[in-house]
């Protein structure tokens, strides 16, 4: 079939035929410096399209630390669909679970077409080359724990989700449309969850504040230390829009009033909106808890490593038989 | 990606070249495919595209928590935010 770009000199310019760097009789140079212009132009790349190197390999490692924090965030709630109050509260739940498996397969579909074979990034999260993000390596000890992980570590995550969906590399920008979408119920179903606890009875109260206060670190963790915008390469390539301060305060400024008009009290002393700065202040977040954590040395790294190996090693019968009958009837 | 419409042609370099007049003549295309109506397979039970069980707890506007808010906030004693709220 005819490529669709060999239809380019008759579309209108910038309509996406007109991307010079696709042009293979330029020096690689010139291609990259076509490509740079495009993207700070704010235009999109498509899978097809040729880039540079850094930029595939920098888009690769962020959708597949995305798509590995999918696979591996389903495990903590998963645990607490057999203990759900109610059977709304399961269904709930149990689809929420879906959901999150299921942006893990679109998102290791973006991966792939990047150039990494879905088995070699399986392969890589379960020998820990690879890592998932910070707050999925805690155990969940109570039904508290549910409602602060779907409330605020979706909030938290959605800040950042919801600037990707503006992201230079364009099927991952279409993908996270969907996500930020599931992502908003996610929402609505832990704050459910939360506000149902406070004002249920006194335990049921003193369960939801004990699971915030445990969270609150891992929470103000979540996006990463600061660092300098001019420094920070997956900005250079608009490959995500905001540095790890600027969700962390989005995320502050959104979410503490919503925590505070509870009743429900936050640990760190610290914590306030400085009026004159415009900024809230809030003490350093423990930046040796991340790297441990990240690393896989969290409190439930291991065990979550394990029953992913366990469960690959289990399912490995289907993929053979999937996979392997073109091979067996060649 | 949305289905653009239908088109008539003797083959795939045809049938891109009409495509192109029908739903690309305007700049309101960036890509466009062509595959042929037999290669099309469909999906179309109701009961599984639109199942007829409650599943409100799917869309955002199954949680509705305007009277446990007001509940919470009579409780904790912090003034009513301004801010719009379910």
């Not at chain 1, 445990?214 to 963790?221: A, K, N, S």
């Not at chain 1, 989005?250 to 909106?273: A, H, K, M, N, S």
Request: charged share 30%; proline share 6%; aromatic share 8%.
């Amino acid at each position: 079939m005819t490529d669709p770009l060999a239809l380019a000199p008759i579309l209108p310019p910038g309509s996406g035929g007109a991307r010079r760097f696709n042009e293979p009789t330029l020096t690689d140079d010139a291609r990259q410096a076509a490509f740079e212009a495009h993207i700070a132009a704010g235009g999109k790349v498509e899978a097809t399209d040729w880039m540079p190197d850094e930029y595939r390999a920098s888009v690769l490692r962020f959708v597949e630390m995305h798509a590995n924090s999918e696979l591996m965030g389903v495990l903590p709630e998963r645990e607490w669909i057999l203990r759900a109050p109610t059977l709304r509260r399961k269904l709930a739940l149990t689809a929420k679970v879906q959901d999150e498996a299921g942006h893990a397969q679109l998102l290791y579909r973006v991966a792939e077409d990047l150039g990494k074979p879905r088995e070699a990034m399986y392969d890589d999260l379960l020998a820990g080359k690879t890592k998932f993000h910070n707050v999925f390596h805690y155990p969940t000890r109570s039904w508290g724990d549910v409602g602060v992980i779907a409330w605020l570590v979706d909030a938290a995550a959605i800040v950042a989700q919801q600037a990707l969906r503006d992201c230079s590399y364009a099927p991952y920008a279409r993908t996270m449309r969907k996500i930020c979408w599931e992502e908003s119920v996610h929402i609505m179903h832990g704050r459910d969850i939360v506000v149902t606890l406070v004002n249920g009875t006194p335990a049921q109260f003193a369960m939801v504040q004990e699971a915030l206060l445990r969270w609150w670190g891992p929470l103000m963790q979540m996006h990463g230390p600061r660092t300098p915008r001019e420094k920070d390469r997956d900005l250079h390539w608009r490959i995500k829009a905001k540095t790890s301060e600027e969700l962390r305060q989005e995320f502050l400024g959104i979410y503490v009033p919503r925590i505070r008009e509870l009743g429900l009290t936050l640990p760190d002393p610290e914590l306030r909106y400085d009026e004159e700065a415009r900024l809230w202040r809030y003490s350093e977040p423990d930046w040796d808890e991340l790297r441990t954590v990240v690393t896989n040395h969290g409190p439930m790294s291991q065990v979550r490593l394990d029953f992913r190996r366990l469960q690959r090693a289990e399912t490995a019968w289907v993929r053979a038989t999937i996979l392997g009958a073109p091979v067996a009837a060649a | 990606m949305v289905h653009g419409g239908s088109v008539m042609a003797p083959d795939a370099e045809l049938a891109l070249h009409y495509a192109r007049e029908m739903f690309g003549r305007r700049g309101e295309s960036v890509r466009l495919w062509v595959v042929r109506r037999a290669d099309v397979k469909v999906l179309d039970d109701p009961d599984l595209l639109q199942p007829p069980l409650d599943r409100s707890f799917k869309k955002p506007g199954g949680y509705v928590m305007r009277d446990k808010l007001v509940v919470a906030r009579a409780r904790s004693g912090v003034a009513k935010r301004t801010a719009t709220d379910r």
